[in-house]
């Protein structure tokens, strides 16, 4: 039974540029959340999918966007990368059913802008 | 803005004694989830609470969610180099929006655990 999987692991960028995060639920999970952690901080909610649609956002510029497709794998996107956008990014996945229902968190995407 | 809060943010103790982290909200949380990060790892889910003073063990890990379902606490009974890592708690806040309000999973900021053997 897989669990959450996220690619690529590590990612160097330059200010400015333009980043797509991928992350793969965990098998029989139908909603995806994406979650940026800063160093020494907790995990802020950056939104969340579900039939391939957003289904609740946290306080990010629109420079953050996402999609989910029919599979309910999920991409992260960010445009214009700040230096501030440097962090750990996590997936996290769990069923809609289930209100509330335990998040099962990936090992993440670290990115760095230069 | 609603938010969770976590004290204390650092804790480090001698193998063998025992741990606390107090976790608080502004507002009355539906349930409270506690989850662990190992250092390098990510989140890993360790329990789920919904009922007002309600009270879980796992082993040696003791959770409480208040009777007013606004603060809840993990403790960890004679700490062991594995229970080394950053504790976070999480609730469901509520947020208003143009379409109805939603509810989004709200993470504290964890208490660091380091424990010296």
């Known amino acids: 039974d897989a669990g959450v999987t996220q690619s690529p692991t590590h990612l160097i960028k330059t200010r400015g540029q333009q980043v797509t995060l991928r992350c793969s639920p965990k098998s029989g999970h139908d909603t995806v959340s994406w979650y940026q952690q800063a160093l020494g901080q907790g995990p802020q909610f950056i939104f969340q999918y579900y039939e391939e649609e957003e289904r609740q956002r946290g306080n990010f510029p629109d420079r953050f966007s996402g999609h989910q497709f029919p599979n309910y794998s999920s991409e992260l996107n960010v445009n214009a990368l700040l230096l501030g956008d440097s962090a750990l990014y996590l997936c996290?996945?769990?069923?809609?059913?289930?209100?509330?229902?335990?998040?099962?968190f990936g090992n993440g995407t670290r990115l760095t802008v230069t | 803005g609603q938010q969770v809060m976590q004290i204390p943010q650092y804790q480090h103790v001698q193998e063998g004694e025992d741990f606390t982290t107090y976790c608080n909200s502004s507002t009355t949380l539906s349930n409270i989830q506690w989850y662990k990060q190992r250092p390098g790892g990510h989140p890993v889910f360790l329990i789920q609470l919904v009922k007002s003073g309600e009270v879980k063990k796992q082993k040696r890990l003791t959770f409480q969610f208040g009777e007013a379902k606004k603060n809840s606490s993990l403790h960890i009974t004679a700490t062991q180099t594995t229970d080394v890592g950053t504790y976070f708690c999480a609730g469901p806040l509520y947020t208003p929006g143009t379409q109805g309000g939603s509810e989004k999973l709200v993470f504290g900021k964890g208490t660091k655990l380091t424990v010296n053997p």
């Open positions: 996290a996945s769990s069923l809609w059913a289930f209100y509330n229902s335990p998040l099962h």
